[in-house]
Each structure stands twice: as C-alpha cells, then as structure tokens.
C-alpha cells in the first residue's frame, strides 16, 4: 500500500502533510471539464473556470486588490489543451491565452479536496470587490 502512496509536505490552501495517492487517469472531459482520477479511486471533475483561477502561476491578468490575488470575468473560460510537464504534472493552455501554469498532480488533488470551499471564498472574494464571474462586455468601437 504505501508503494502507491507518497506524502507531500506542502502547504496549498492551509493543508499539509496531506498523503496523495498515485495518479491513475487525467482527462479533459470536454474544453470545460477535466477529470482526475487516483489510484484509491478518487475522482475530481474540475470546471475550466476553476482550474484558471486557481492556477499556480502568476499571471499579469491578475488583480491584486488589498493583496488578494482576484482573477475575474472567467466564466467561460475553456482549455485549449494539455501539456504533460515531467511525470510530475501538466500545463493547461486556456482559451483566454493563460499558459504558464504547471498544476502537479498533488496541486489537483489538493484543489479538489477543497474545492467547494475554494470556489465559496472565489465568489465571495468576486463580490467584496464588485466583480463578477462573467466576462467584461465588448468595448464598443
């Protein structure tokens, strides 16, 4: 059992030590869907929206409003495509041109551990501030 186990020391999101079993499966269901599945059988199905605003790069779309990182108008964000990075991860390319984001498959497992509570604190975060999911009106020429 602990062949397919490794514990990670890391702190994304206030966990650490967490044991994150082996990858088994990674999918990208449709441009707004990706699957992720390990081998105790746990399964996460992430948004497109989710996974962009929670990437782990930094990104010059970002606004930084009182040190809080706030990306919004993503809505309909969808991946373009996956990138393998090592046997430790992926980059996922965006249809809104983000690509510098390398998610490690612990980073996935992590995010979908806490993912109604992440996305919760997103919108809240969205509305302290007055910004919105949906994306930004065309400017009229």
Do not use: C
Not at 39 to 59: I, Q, Y
Not at 96 to 119: A, Q
Not at 121 to 140: A, C, D, V
């Amino acid at each position: 059992m602990l062949a397919i186990t490794r514990v990670i020391s890391r702190r994304v999101h206030g966990t650490s030590d967490v044991i994150v079993p082996k990858l088994s499966g990674f999918s990208i269901v449709s441009p707004k869907t990706v699957e992720v599945e390990y081998a105790d059988g746990t399964k996460f199905n992430f948004s497109s929206e989710f996974l962009r605003v929670h990437s782990p790069a930094a990104d010059g779309k970002i606004r930084s409003i009182g040190g809080e990182k706030v990306i919004s108008g993503r809505r309909y964000v969808g991946i373009m495509s996956a990138e393998p990075v090592g046997n430790y991860g992926v980059r996922l390319v965006f249809d809104d041109l983000h690509r510098t984001g390398i998610y490690p498959w612990d980073y996935f497992y992590e995010l979908g551990s806490n993912k109604f509570g992440l996305m919760r604190n997103y919108i809240r975060t969205l509305q302290k501030h007055h910004l919105s999911r949906e994306p930004p009106p065309p400017r009229k020429r």
